[in-house]
Structure formats: C-alpha cells, structure tokens
C-alpha cells in the first residue's frame, strides 16, 4: 500500500508575482519528487482552516505539496532553503512546515495523521518525517 505524505508550508514568503498560487488548496498540491529543486511562494495563497489540517500552526497563507512513498516507509527530509520575505513588517517574516499522511489525499474527514514535528524558519531549514 502506498501512503500519500503532504507537506504543509504556511507564511507570507515574497514574490514578484501577486496571483494566487496553484497549489494553495490540498486538491491542487504540487508533487515533490526526489533530489528535484521546486520554487513556490504563499503569497496570494487562501486561507481555509477546515481543509488545512493545522496540527501546529495558524493557517495563513497556505499551501500544499506532495509526494508519495512505498508501503516499507522510511524518514523523508525536505529542505527548504533561500527564503525570501516579504519586506513589510506587517506581513510576517517566518514560515512553518508540517507534513501529514494519509492514505487518501484532500479528504476533509480529519483522517489525517501528522508524520513530523513543526518546523519553523525566517532562514533555512529541513523538516523530517517521523
């Protein structure tokens, strides 16, 4: 049986573009693929805190990512690195991560089980399933 792990990354990160982002929803999360760099931003990202299973955090601004791994499981590091913020003080200046298994992705039962500590950062930093 595979599992379907979601990174959840919440903040107000920087951005040229001020359009809402595609994968700001569970149902349009952007898959992660080993040793692939992506870039992303929340700004422009929605806020629904009944779908963004906020286990450890205030749901602002979020948006999703995932990737799939095998029934053997195993730890999964995710890096994220060359933050850039929003330079108004008002918007923030931090963004947290968590990630969440289930074996049915975007299902809003509440079925979800976090595989991760919170992660927190104004710089780099790495977030490692449990």
């Known amino acids: 049986m595979k599992l379907n792990d979601l990174l959840v990354l919440s903040g107000?990160?920087?951005?040229?573009?001020f359009c809402q982002p595609a994968n700001d929803a569970c149902s349009n999360a952007e898959r992660l693929c080993q040793n692939v760099?992506?870039?992303g931003?929340?700004?422009g990202a929605t806020t629904n805190a009944t779908s963004d299973y906020n286990f450890c955090y205030?749901?602002?601004?979020?948006?999703?990512?995932l990737f799939t791994t095998d029934s053997d499981g195993g730890t999964v590091t995710v890096d994220i690195t060359n933050l850039s913020f929003n330079p108004d003080p008002t918007m923030g200046q931090q963004i947290e991560a968590n990630m969440i298994a289930a074996t049915t992705p975007c299902v809003v039962s509440g079925s979800y089980t976090p595989v991760s500590a919170?992660?927190?950062?104004?710089?780099?930093?790495?977030?490692?399933?449990?």
Do not use: D, E, P
């Open 118 to 130: 919170c992660a927190s950062g104004a710089t780099n930093f790495s977030i490692t399933s449990s």
């Open 41 to 43: 931003t929340t700004t």
């Open 37 to 39: 760099v992506l870039s």
């Open 12 to 17: 107000l990160l920087s951005s040229t573009a």
């Open 58 to 65: 205030t749901s602002s601004s979020t948006v999703w990512y």
